[in-house]
């Protein structure tokens, strides 16, 4: 049992890692080649990935409900072999209706193997005590995936071309997830039990909707940061290379947030200590304006963002079991997923449109305030456990 669980942890989280540097992070490196060979804008490529994010979304319930009944081996081995498939295709397009279609079936095979489903297994297959463990080794491993596929894949393109670039991705993607996933990851006997009722039970309570809007108001605010922190840097007077330094720092902080968060929850209640969380983003989003010209304010501001940048990762399923158990677990993340997943793909396009028109500063209060709502939803879920709790008779911690 500990052998197969320490082989599901180490196969997760490298999959995870190649999943997200190589099926996600790595597009942006593709950008500017591509541009150049299918003659088509910036925001026609940008529109790609959207759309594979989008695709993920609308997605996410249908395979929560699929993990639930049949747990994840055969779904994350398909989907990995997918994906891997669907690079491999990327490497020959040649128009624009075809990198779509090509983001299509991305965006699907995203959903099969990426962290909802990952979660999912490690939700079924761990107890409580070693649970958030499990998670915090795999989130930990997997939040270094940009700063490992975003300098090979520039080095691939720079030393094959982006077509070759890809083909080596995909082979590698191949014979990396697809072993994997069939040979490490396993269910539980009591897999392919699904009780309804709590699913049912949860989509008409308050508390299900408030951890709704509090992690796609943050979703919202940290895809928006991610997407135009470097911009926004070098707009406060910051040298180009100054900026995307300092943005580097948010890989390495999630790890950091990650890592604090789940020291604390022993101490803690989840929610609380991610509200806290949320609300120093809030803060740090308002110093930027504020402070952000002078280099002691820029990094200040990053580094308070930063370590919330991965903290929603590991709360939501903590905080998803604490309440509804784990028999339902892959059903409620994915309708927990689809509008989070929206807003953080719709998100940055939203914000480039309110920076054009009333400038950035603007944008970094309406960040502020995503934050703010994220963190008072989830002080009022947290007062409504309580309440519960202490009806019932219960110790309230």
């Known amino acids: ?29 593709f950008i500017t080649p591509m541009a150049r060979d299918m003659h088509a804008g910036v925001a026609e490529l940008t529109g790609a990935i959207t759309l594979a994010v989008l695709v993920s979304a609308l997605v996410a319930p249908p395979i929560g409900r699929w993990l639930d009944r049949r747990g994840g081996r055969g779904l994350m081995t398909a989907g990995s072999a997918l994906g891997a498939a669907a690079v491999l295709a990327w490497s020959q397009v040649h128009t624009l209706p075809q990198l779509y ?25 761990f107890d409580a005590a070693r649970r958030s463990r499990a998670l915090l080794a795999v989130t930990v491993v997997a ?3 940009s700063s490992i596929f975003l300098p090979l894949t520039g080095f691939l393109v720079d030393r094959y071309g982006w077509r070759q670039a890809l083909v080596v991705l995909a082979i590698g993607y191949a014979l990396t997830a697809v072993p994997l996933h069939f040979l490490a990851v396993r269910s539980r006997p009591s897999a392919g039990v699904v009780d309804r009722g709590v699913v049912g039970a949860a989509l008409r309570e308050r508390p ?106 590991i709360a939501r399923p903590a905080l998803l079991t604490e309440r509804y158990g784990t028999s ?3 059903t409620l993340s994915g309708a927990l997923a689809l509008p989070i997943t929206v807003a953080k793909a719709v998100a940055p ?47 309230v911690r």
């Open 1 to 29: 049992m500990i052998a197969s669980s320490a082989r599901l942890v180490g196969a997760l989280a490298i999959t995870q890692t190649a999943g997200y540097g190589i099926l996600y992070y790595a597009f942006s490196v």
């Open 101 to 125: 279609l090509i983001c299509v079936v991305l965006g699907v095979a995203s959903a099969m193997v990426l962290y909802e489903a990952a979660f999912a297994v490690i939700v079924a297959w």
């Open 143 to 145: 939040g270094f995936a």
């Open 208 to 313: 299900f909707w408030l951890l709704a809007a509090a992690f796609l108001t943050q979703t919202g605010a940290v895809s928006v940061m991610g997407v135009l922190l470097v911009t926004y840097l070098i707009a406060l007077g910051h040298s180009p290379l100054f900026a995307a330094t300092v943005a580097g720092l948010l890989g390495v902080l999630s790890v950091t947030g990650r890592l604090v968060t789940t020291g604390l929850q022993a101490r803690w209640p989840v929610a609380l200590i991610t509200a806290t969380v949320f609300g120093l983003q809030g803060a740090a989003a308002l110093l930027l304006p504020v402070a952000g010209r002078s280099v002691a304010g820029a990094v200040c501001g990053v580094v308070l963002f930063g370590l919330g940048f991965g903290v929603a990762t």
């Open 328 to 330: 339902a677990y892959a």
């Open 349 to 395: 396009l939203l914000a480039a449109g309110v920076a054009q028109l009333a400038g950035y500063p603007a944008v970094m209060v309406s960040l502020a305030a995503a934050c703010g709502l994220g963190a008072l939803s989830l002080v009022a879920y947290d007062r409504r456990g309580r309440t519960e709790r202490t009806a019932s008779g219960e110790h």
